[in-house]
């Protein structure tokens, strides 16, 4: 959780930012969880436990995924160190061919 932190200070735009808070989060969480579930040592508290796990790791690079999307798709403005864009690729590929 505290790379989490730091990446979401040090990193130098919002998809990066994104990536350090869900990837390094998701895994931080399922860890908490996973040691309550081993400390209490009971199926009726590891059986939630590991949905609440599962349910993370779903979820999480998902909505990041969408998100980042939607700021990408609103114009927000990539690092220039950025050295591939997979989606302007993508979006060139979509684009109706000229009249003509």
Request: glycine fraction near 8%.
């Amino acid at each position: 959780m505290l790379l989490s932190a730091i990446g979401l200070v040090k990193m130098p735009d919002l998809f990066t930012r994104m990536h350090a808070a869900t990837k390094v989060g998701t895994v931080g969480v399922s860890g908490i969880v996973l040691a309550v579930a081993v400390h209490f040592e009971q199926m009726k508290v590891a059986a939630p436990a590991l949905l609440i796990i599962v349910f993370f790791l779903a979820t999480a690079p998902i909505a990041a995924h969408m998100i980042g999307r939607a700021a990408y798709e609103m114009g927000v403005e990539l690092w220039k160190g950025t050295v591939i864009d997979e989606w302007k690729k993508q979006k060139k590929s979509e684009s109706p061919p000229p009249p003509g």
